[in-house]
Structures are given as C-alpha cells and as structure tokens.
C-alpha cells in the first residue's frame, strides 16, 4: 500500500526535472507488461481519466484489481460503477485476458449499464463467448436476493474502423491502423481531451501511422523492445518480433518524427535487458522526454 501510493503520487521526474501534471485528465497506467508473466507488470491496460470519468484502453490480466489498487492510492473517478467504455486495440489474448473480468466484476460491484466495448471486427465474437461461458453465473446472480442490476452484464459491442469511433462532452477518441505481424485489424488511438492530447500506439512495428497521429501530441504511449536483448532472441522469433513491435532505436527515432512532448513506454519487452539499458536505447534516438513507468504511475 504504502509503495503503491508512492508510485501514484509523486510527481514525474524525467533527467532530475519534474514534468507538470494535467488539471483535468490523468493517465493511469493500470498494466505495462506483456504476454511474460511478470508479477510486477500486469496485463497492458491504461486510464484516461478526465474529470474524474475513466476511459479504459486494452483489457489486460488483472486490470479491475490495478484499477482498485489506484482508486485505494487516491485516483479519483477509478469507482466499480463507473467503468463503462473501454477500447481494445487488437484481439492478442494478452490484450483482452481482463476483459470478462471488466465486464463481470464491476456489475457485480455497482455498475448499473452496460459495458461499451470498442475494438476490431471480431469483438463481438469474443464478448459473445465470454458472455456464454459465464452463463450459469449471471442466471444465479440475477436469482439472488439483492442482486446486481437486471441489464448491466451485458455489453454493447461497437466493432470500429478507422476514424472517430467515440465522442462525448470530454473527449473525442480517433482510431487509426497501425501494422502488427499478421493481424488484418489492430488499431491505435489518439485521444483529444479538454487540455491534453494523447496517444496510444498499441501493439505495432514500425510504421509512420504512430507518428503521424500524434503530430505534436502532448504524450505519446507506445510498445517498446530492447536492441540489445533482441539478440538474445532464436531467429525465428527474431523475425516474428520484428514484424510485431517496435525496437527502442526505432521508437526514439519515430518519437522524434512525432516531436511528441512526453513520451511514455508500455507493453516492454525486456527480452533480459534492464529499464536503464531500454531507456539509453530510446535516447539514442530521441532527445526528448521519456519515461519507462511502474504499472500504478500517474502522468
């Protein structure tokens, strides 16, 4: 508890400087790993949350309990009931493993709505699945004396194309394709609040579909893997990866291209190399702010 709310609470540093913090709208990076099961980095997921609404991007394992975490460390808006909209960037289990948990959970908890789940075609597929596979839990749920509300375990399912694909008085969400090894669909978003712009590059190789959305974007959140570790890799998986993700050189040099003012790594592969080793990589190529977050922080 006590590290947790260090984690959320400090300011940011970056090179000894500390970055200013957005009145109206906080990123909560709930998850910042990957399919490797670290226990210090859950599944990838972040908040955005503006004006203490939270807006969720990707479903990775053990989000509702990240999100209960830093509702516990003092993020406000991070309540059960009010987790209603989240986007998915692309269908890697690794993305989605959270997201009956996300449906479920915060039902159970208070949620009186649907779950609004945005993401690629095929997602209606998979909330449909976990819907029936948890069949015989919402009936008993729904029998018991002072259950949860009657219509709130459903979820409307919005299967998105490129362009805006959400809107409301606090923000405006802009879907854009982004390429990731073989998948036909995987998505990025960018993200224009009231005093911040924000984007989210999902799982993707390199490619200038990041750099283009963001154009000057006040943070930048994109995947990241380290050079050095990559040699480590079997060559098959080195083609695999390279096809996938993004290396810290090319991520630095795209950030640059971006001219994003604060750039923040997630879904890190290490492949054994250490946060300082990935983050010398990035700098190679990028002059400007970076930062290699814990799951918990708040920028």
């Not at 500390?18 to 709208?25: E, G, H, M």
């Not at 993305?95 to 949620?111: K, N, S, V």
Request: net charge neutral; proline share 6%; charged share 15%.
């Amino acid at each position: 508890m006590k590290l947790a709310l260090l984690i959320l609470l400090a300011p940011i540093m970056v090179s000894g400087q500390s970055l200013p913090q957005s009145p109206r709208t906080k990123i909560v990076m709930l998850g910042t790993g990957t399919p490797i099961p670290d226990p210090d980095r859950m599944g990838p997921s972040l908040a955005i949350v503006v004006d203490s609404v939270p807006y969720i991007f990707d479903a990775g394992a053990g989000v509702v309990r990240r999100i209960a975490a830093a509702q516990r460390a003092g993020v406000g808006g991070l309540t059960m009931p009010a987790l209603q909209r989240v986007f998915i960037t692309h269908l890697h289990s690794d993305h989605t493993m959270g997201l009956g948990d996300l449906l479920f959970t915060p039902w159970i908890q208070g949620r009186k709505v649907p779950l609004e789940v945005f993401g690629p075609p095929g997602t209606q597929r998979l909330v449909n699945g976990i819907l029936d596979g948890n069949y015989e839990d919402i009936n008993e749920r729904l029998a018991s004396s002072g259950g949860p509300a009657a219509d709130a375990w459903k979820a409307n399912v919005h299967e998105i194309v490129e362009g805006v694909v959400y809107k409301d008085s606090r923000v405006t969400v802009r879907a854009f394709a982004v390429p990731h090894a073989g998948w036909k669909y995987a998505f990025g978003y960018r993200v224009e609040t009231p005093d911040r712009t924000i984007v989210i590059s999902g799982d993707t190789r390199l490619s200038t579909a990041v750099s283009n959305a963001c154009s000057g974007c006040d943070v930048l959140i994109h995947e990241v893997y380290s050079d050095s570790g990559f040699t480590s890799v079997p060559p098959l998986r080195q083609l695999y990866h390279a096809n996938a993700h993004t290396s810290a050189k090319q991520l630095g040099a795209a950030a640059t291209a971006a001219h994003a003012k604060l750039l923040i790594l997630s879904h890190i592969i290490f492949f054994g190399a250490t946060e300082e080793q990935i983050l010398a990589e990035v700098r190679q190529t990028f002059k400007g702010s970076v930062v290699l977050p814990k799951d918990l922080q708040v920028f």
